[in-house]
């Protein structure tokens, strides 16, 4: 389990702690607009094993998370299908600020401020070890993706597209 020494209280840190999953803290150099592929850069790791955290809504304003490949996008289509829905949609940054509590470059599934659906790209659940915002930007929590989706309670989804 990671250190308590100077690592910020974010909501999803505790979260970790109170799961009692281990985790390491990566902070990083943050860079607005920089996204994953300067996260990836800055800690040495590949993009495709850092995980973005986007957030969604259906044609009914329900929002939901989805936990994508830096490398990756989410076809919104095939979300849809998925969900069974008509259509989704990213949120706007002032609403998925609104349904989290984190803003946007810094949202995590873990400590939402609303319990949100969590859905998770299926070949991230491959993974050894995924870098994941731990809830504020320029902080990822490096832990086993399994943990991560049995603490959220992800569901698998096959919704990947190269960018």
């Given at each position: 389990?990671?250190?308590?020494?100077?690592?910020?209280?974010?909501?999803?840190?505790?979260?970790?702690?109170?799961?009692?999953?281990?985790?390491?803290?990566?902070?990083?150099?943050?860079?607005?607009?920089?996204?994953?592929?300067?996260?990836?850069?800055?800690?040495?790791?590949?993009e495709h094993?850092?995980?973005?955290?986007?957030?969604?809504?259906?044609?009914?304003?329900?929002?939901?998370?989805?936990?994508?490949?830096?490398?990756?996008?989410?076809?919104?289509?095939?979300?849809?299908?998925?969900?069974?829905?008509?259509?989704?949609?990213?949120?706007?940054?002032?609403?998925?600020?609104?349904?989290?509590?984190?803003?946007?470059?810094?949202?995590?599934?873990?400590?939402?401020?609303?319990?949100?659906?969590?859905?998770?790209?299926?070949?991230?659940?491959?993974?050894?070890?995924?870098?994941?915002?731990?809830?504020?930007?320029?902080?990822?929590?490096?832990?086993?993706?399994?943990?991560?989706?049995?603490l959220v309670?992800?569901?698998?989804?096959?919704?990947?597209?190269?960018?």
């Amino acid at each position: 389990m990671a250190r308590r020494g100077r690592l910020p209280g974010t909501p999803a840190v505790r979260a970790l702690r109170a799961a009692g999953v281990e985790f390491v803290p990566r902070p990083y150099a943050y860079q607005d607009h920089g996204g994953t592929r300067v996260a990836a850069r800055e800690l040495g790791v590949d993009e495709h094993a850092v995980i973005k955290t986007l957030v969604f809504e259906d044609h009914t304003g329900r929002p939901l998370l989805v936990l994508m490949h830096g490398d990756r996008q989410v076809s919104q289509k095939a979300l849809a299908r998925a969900l069974g829905v008509k259509w989704v949609r990213p949120c706007e940054p002032a609403a998925a600020q609104r349904h989290t509590g984190y803003q946007v470059g810094g949202i995590s599934p873990l400590g939402t401020r609303k319990r949100l659906p969590v859905y998770v790209q299926a070949s991230v659940l491959e993974l050894e070890r995924i870098y994941l915002n731990a809830g504020r930007r320029g902080l990822l929590a490096e832990l086993d993706p399994r943990e991560l989706a049995r603490l959220v309670q992800a569901v698998p989804v096959e919704v990947a597209q190269v960018e």
